[in-house]
Every structure is written in structure tokens, then in C-alpha cells.
């Protein structure tokens, strides 16, 4: 009878384990297959969509006037690098796109420059000019100028490059003078060939006067009754425009030459040593005399102007065409061969 129940009681206990341990393992928590389902992601919630305000029947703001200027000059990229006399034989874009942007100056954009409005009176602006320089400085005012502002380190600097003389550059001369009596203005590249150009651009565009000069280095003084209230409205490019197309620099024959005399002082040109080898970027101050000098005793010169760049060739052989003055007659592996012309040429013939 004990045996009975005993054997009951051990049947009934191994049952509860059976069932215990099938209920664990079956269970969610414990129930870990391989290559299990991943589970659903969870979808996210709609954003609901905001109905759109029809504004069709509000008024539209007007647009903003556009800006007005009583310069009295026309406006250009470059002021110092540009000749209005050449008038340019085509444009790479169209004449409407001006850099000013649509609608933003009372002037229209011609391709080239923006006209100044006939009734400007350059009389007028150069009494204001004189009114606002005041009485000439002394000698110590100008020596303690110069000693503030001529210096490397000075903060108030402008690099001018071989963009030359740029229409923005003088709204940064303004917003210097603002703080600063004078402004230290470091020339490079290309422009750097005619000071004297430089100098009169920065003076009759900005109002200053240049008080300090050596060799590339400049300081214009802004004036003794300079009033940053009432300084002229300069209206920004928003952007640079394309240059024009102008006629070829180049001829194939050579004015005054045939077509065997002008190749015969290109190969002459290629095989002399160079007079000048010139860096980018760098100070060519005495350029125009030493090609000068040279052309005494030479016909044809040559110019090193590796590095540079084909383009500031082009435009070193323009600058000097009109200085020296002189003929271009090859721009080659950044070499320039300049010829000194056919008057230059009589000349010589005469004195003998």
C-alpha cells in the first residue's frame, strides 16, 4: 500500500516537471530558434499635411526702388584696366545681365560699363572733393601719417591685383576711412606697370589723396572734413562680368613689315636672351624703362614670362604697346616678343 502511493506520488511529481519544463521552453521568453523572424518595424505616424494658405488674393509688396548713385562717372569692373577708347567688337554674354543685378541701379548696363546720367556735373564733384580734403597737411602731419600706415603689419591694407582698380574696391576704401584716416593700398601683378594710371583712379574715384608713395606701396588719406554720413552711395557688383571680346591684339604681318620681315624678327625674337624674366604676381615698376633703354640698341626684345600665365601675357603685352610704346608680335610658351616699330626704325635712319 505504501509502495502504492509512493509510486503515485513520484508519477505526479515527474509529471509537474514534465509540464514545468514544456512550459518554459515553449514560452516567448526562451524560445529562441535559429533563423528567427525579425519583427515588424514600427510604422510611423502620419504627420498630417497643413492646407495651404491660398495667397492669391493678398496684395503683393512692392519691390524694393532700385539704387541710385551721383557719381559722376561711368561705372566699371575695372577702372584702371580698361580703355574706353577701344570700343570691343563682340560680348560673351548678353547686354541685359548686368552685374548689378535686376532692377538694382537706376543705370543700364551698356556690356561694358553703366553710363553716368548727363546731368552729372564734374565740377561739381570736384569742388566737394576739394571741401572735403580741407587744408593741404603738414610736413609733420604727413610723416606721422605715413609712419601709422605704411608699414606690413598695418590692419587697414587693400591688395589690389590684376584686376587693377575694381568697382568694389572703392566701397572698401570708404568702409576703411570709416575708422581710419588713411588706408595702406599694396599693388601687384599687372597693374603695377603704370603707377602714375593707379594713382589717378584711386584719387578721382574715392575722393582721397595719395600722401605716400614708394614703389608699389600706397597711402591714401581720406581728408581733413571727411564725414563717413555723408559719404557717396556706391552701389556693389554682385558679381564680375565677362570681358568683351576686343580686336586681336596680334597681326599676322606686322605693320610697316611683309609677311617674310615679320617672321624673320619673330625667330630673331625667340633666339635672343631675355631682357627681364618676370614672376607672377610680382612688381614690374621698372619694366617699361628697361624696354626702353634696351630698344637704343635692339630692334626686337624678349620678355620671360614663364609661370605667369598666358593670359597676363596678353595683357603685360597690352599695357606695353601703349607705354613704351611698342609693337607685340608673338606671345609664345609665355614669351613675349616685343618689336619697337617702324618709327622708332626711321628714326634711327634719320640720325645716321
Not at 519583427?39 to 503683393?60: M, R
Request: proline content about 8%; some cysteine.
Amino acid at each position: 500500500m505504501l509502495s502504492t502511493r509512493r509510486s503515485i506520488a513520484l508519477t505526479k511529481e515527474a509529471n509537474d516537471l514534465f509540464f514545468s519544463l514544456r512550459a518554459r521552453f515553449l514560452s516567448t521568453d526562451y524560445y529562441d530558434p535559429p533563423f528567427s523572424p525579425l519583427p515588424k518595424p514600427t510604422k510611423p505616424k502620419k504627420k498630417t499635411k497643413k492646407p495651404q494658405q491660398d495667397h492669391s488674393s493678398e496684395p503683393v509688396n512692392n519691390p524694393p526702388a532700385p539704387a541710385t548713385s551721383d557719381l559722376p562717372f561711368d561705372f566699371r569692373y575695372s577702372y584702371s584696366e580698361t580703355n574706353p577708347a577701344i570700343e570691343p567688337i563682340g560680348f560673351r554674354e548678353p547686354k541685359r545681365f548686368s552685374p548689378f543685378g535686376p532692377g538694382r541701379l537706376d543705370r543700364n548696363w551698356t556690356g561694358t560699363c553703366a553710363p553716368a546720367s548727363q546731368e552729372s556735373d564734374q565740377s561739381q564733384w570736384a569742388e566737394e572733393r576739394d571741401k572735403i580734403l580741407g587744408e593741404a597737411l603738414t610736413e609733420e602731419e604727413v610723416n606721422e601719417l605715413v609712419e601709422r600706415y605704411r608699414h606690413s603689419d598695418c590692419s587697414r591694407q587693400i591688395n589690389l591685383g590684376k584686376g587693377g582698380v575694381t568697382h568694389n574696391m572703392i566701397d572698401d576704401i570708404h568702409n576703411h576711412w570709416k575708422k581710419a584716416e588713411a588706408v595702406r593700398i599694396k599693388c601687384l601683378g599687372v597693374p603695377t606697370l603704370d603707377m602714375d594710371n593707379i594713382c589717378h583712379h584711386l584719387q578721382e574715384k574715392s575722393g582721397g589723396k595719395i600722401v605716400y608713395r614708394h614703389i608699389n606701396i600706397l597711402v591714401l588719406y581720406r581728408g581733413r572734413n571727411y564725414d563717413q554720413k555723408n559719404r557717396p552711395s556706391i552701389p556693389l557688383m554682385l558679381w564680375k562680368p565677362y570681358p568683351p571680346i576686343y580686336p586681336r591684339l596680334v597681326k599676322n604681318v606686322a605693320d610697316g613689315l611683309t609677311f617674310e620681315e615679320t617672321k624673320e624678327m619673330r625667330n630673331r625674337g625667340l633666339n635672343t636672351p631675355a631682357l627681364m624674366k618676370l614672376t607672377r604676381n610680382g612688381v614690374y615698376v621698372n619694366v617699361v624703362g628697361r624696354v626702353r633703354e634696351e630698344f637704343e640698341t635692339e630692334e626686337v626684345v624678349r620678355l620671360d614670362c614663364t609661370h605667369v600665365g598666358m593670359s597676363d601675357c596678353k595683357r603685360i603685352g597690352v599695357k606695353l604697346k601703349g607705354l613704351v610704346p611698342c609693337v607685340p608680335i608673338l606671345f609664345k610658351d609665355e614669351q613675349i616678343i616685343l618689336w619697337r616699330g617702324k618709327m622708332n626704325r626711321d628714326e634711327e635712319f634719320a640720325t645716321l
